[in-house]
């Protein structure tokens, strides 16, 4: 069953989130992409809440400006650097709430883009990282160029 919950970070920024599996349980953190949200990953998460296959923690949040998450008027507010501190701060907090350090950030989409720059910016909070429709930043602008 997917829990509905607000995760107030320590910037003032609020998150609404979907999560379901056992509270301790080894964590995955979901970013949607554009113009979805956290709802997409409810049966990818419910089957890895699972037992048989993993049991894991499984949180999904809303990234800013998205369903009940906090949305700021000022469009600097939306910034890639904000989002990935928003990030930051979301696994930080479910990994001090579970006990587990992170075990995979999955993301698709734009929120692939944010979590290559939570990867690169803070690669000692992930184990691994699943990139799903989002190419790596120095590709893309290397596409762009070109």
């Known amino acids: 069953m997917i829990a509905l919950t607000t995760r107030s ?12 599996g056992p509270a301790d349980g080894r964590l995955l953190v979901f970013l949607h992409g554009f113009p979805e949200a956290a709802f997409v990953w409810d049966d990818v998460m419910q089957h890895f809440s699972q037992p048989a296959h993993g049991g894991y923690r499984c949180v999904a949040p809303n990234l800013r400006g998205y369903e ?5 008027a000022e469009a600097n507010a939306y910034r890639a650097k904000h989002l990935v501190q928003d990030v930051a701060a979301l696994i930080k907090a479910e990994s001090e709430a579970t006990g587990q350090p992170l075990a995979a950030l999955v993301a698709h989409d734009w929120g692939g883009a944010v979590a290559w720059g939570v990867a690169a910016q803070h690669p000692g909070l992930l184990q691994r990282l699943v990139i799903i429709n989002s190419p790596h930043p120095a590709t893309f602008l290397r596409e762009l160029k070109h």
């Not at 970070?9 to 379901?20: A, K, Q, V």
């Not at 009940?68 to 700021?72: D, G, L, Q, Y």
């Open 9 to 20: 970070l320590p910037h003032g920024i609020d998150l609404s989130c979907r999560s379901c």
């Open 68 to 72: 009940h998450s906090s949305a700021p």
